[in-house]
């Protein structure tokens, strides 16, 4: 007996069959003449084949029907779809299962836009065919909304990134415990170290972007992962600029790496790169994630400035892009004009792993279709919450170069 034939075979099958009927057809259009015995034979049973795979895939319908599984294309999550939806306040269920889970993500805290996006790592999803019919479903090839992690160079040198938060976060800090030399019947002195706590805090990060009302009608992958990646972006470049910044402290946001300005290191050198990875190294610190970041202006003074007068040591970074044999990462957020003339850029060395970055809950994403109208554009303000800092002070060295 006869394997039956799933819902996708038999609609392929269809396909063929259409694609074969019209071919006959048009030969006979384009030469101008009737259709031959053959042809119409062939014709004939092509007919009775298509209206019996209808009635197959009416049968098989019924059966999946009653099972609960039905067959067809599922639609997966659009970010578009959603912005689209929001405007008019009506939302598909593909939208609204997303923004539920976005809304158990903020675990109570409040929000103000209309689309709440979990920031979530999801396997794509892809349905198997089984023989009596099975699902045919899209495969999503995108995540809802993809953490930060890929669009920050602090994931690149080794930070401690930790996502999907819900209350505030205290990491304890132990001193150590120390052992001390003693007489044959003294007492032990207490080495016992000190605990301390070391609090991070939600804070409220906002950025902007707009999507043209062109854009919002597309219905492609390209465009929705370039507009997921673009959200996604904004918010990395407003973390990181504030993460290696120097602006002065606030409770509205972390503290930069240059909120307190170091001494001036003035004009870099060999001896001033090997300074930092000493500091690090005498508080027994050299260890883990270890790398610099530095502003480009710096990496092109590295590659055009030799070791030593004679130039026998070679360049200051070497070909292989290591700096004192350490990895080296390059970014404009570094914060720049610095000291009293204006003219010295940041400079880090540290074991990355003992920065902490925390996100809570999902993106909050308000859609605004009025302010841009008459520009044919929706302004999107996306609304996320972050802390960051230094969880061990003696894994960071940090200067100023020119």
């Known amino acids: 007996m006869a394997k039956e034939k799933s819902t996708v075979e038999l609609k392929d099958e269809k396909q063929q069959l259409i694609t074969r009927s019209k071919a006959i057809t048009e030969a006979a259009k384009g030469e101008k003449r009737m259709l031959n015995d053959t042809e119409n034979t062939e014709l004939g049973s092509i007919q009775c084949r298509l209206a019996d795979i209808n009635i197959e895939l009416s049968e098989l319908a019924e059966t999946n029907k009653g099972k609960g599984t039905p067959y067809g294309t599922q639609k997966r999550f659009s970010l578009l779809r959603a912005i689209g939806?929001?405007?008019?306040?009506?939302?598909?269920?593909?939208?609204?299962?997303?923004?539920?889970?976005?809304?158990?993500?903020?675990?109570?805290?409040?929000?103000?836009?209309?689309?709440?996006?979990?920031?979530?790592?999801?396997?794509?999803?892809?349905?198997?065919?089984?023989?009596?019919?099975?699902?045919?479903?899209?495969?999503?090839?995108?995540?809802?909304?993809?953490?930060?992690?890929?669009?920050?160079?602090?994931?690149?040198?080794?930070?401690?990134?930790?996502?999907?938060?819900?209350?505030?976060?205290?990491?304890?800090?132990?001193?150590?415990?120390?052992?001390?030399?003693?007489?044959?019947?003294?007492?032990?002195?207490?080495?016992?170290?000190?605990?301390s706590k070391q609090g991070f805090t939600p804070k409220r990060l906002t950025a902007v972007t707009y999507i043209s009302k062109q854009m919002l009608a597309q219905d492609s992958l390209g465009v929705e992962r370039m507009l997921r990646d673009q959200i996604v972006r904004a918010i990395a470049a407003k973390l990181e600029s504030t993460i290696f910044g120097a602006a002065t402290t606030s409770t509205l946001k972390p503290d930069g790496f240059f909120t307190t300005v170091p001494a001036a290191g003035g004009v870099v050198d060999w001896k001033k790169i090997v300074e930092l990875e000493t500091k690090i190294n005498s508080s027994n610190a050299l260890q883990g994630n270890l790398a610099y970041v530095i502003h480009p202006s710096i990496?092109?003074?590295?590659?055009?400035?030799?070791?030593?007068?004679?130039?026998?040591?070679?360049?200051?970074?070497?070909?292989?892009?290591?700096?004192?044999?350490?990895?080296?990462?390059?970014t404009t957020n570094v914060a720049s004009g610095l000291q009293t003339a204006k003219d010295e850029y940041g400079a880090i060395f540290a074991n990355w792993a003992d920065y902490f970055i925390g996100q809570w809950g999902a993106l909050d994403l308000t859609v605004d279709p009025y302010t841009m109208a008459g520009e044919g554009q929706i302004k999107l303000i996306v609304n996320a919450y972050f802390d960051a800092g230094i969880r061990r002070e003696e894994s960071f060295a940090k200067t100023t170069w020119k």
């Open 85 to 195: 939806e929001s405007i008019s306040g009506t939302y598909s269920d593909e939208s609204l299962a997303v923004i539920e889970r976005g809304r158990a993500q903020m675990s109570g805290m409040e929000t103000v836009g209309s689309l709440l996006l979990p920031v979530e790592d999801r396997a794509a999803v892809v349905a198997g065919t089984p023989a009596n019919g099975g699902n045919v479903i899209d495969t999503d090839l995108l995540d809802i909304m993809t953490p930060l992690s890929a669009n920050l160079i602090l994931a690149q040198v080794g930070a401690n990134i930790v996502t999907g938060l819900t209350n505030n976060v205290s990491i304890p800090k132990y001193t150590g415990t120390t052992a001390n030399w003693a007489g044959e019947t003294a007492s032990a002195e207490d080495g016992t170290g000190t605990f």
């Open 299 to 330: 990496l092109g003074k590295l590659k055009t400035t030799v070791k030593d007068a004679s130039g026998a040591g070679g360049f200051l970074i070497g070909d292989n892009g290591l700096l004192n044999g350490f990895k080296c990462l390059v």
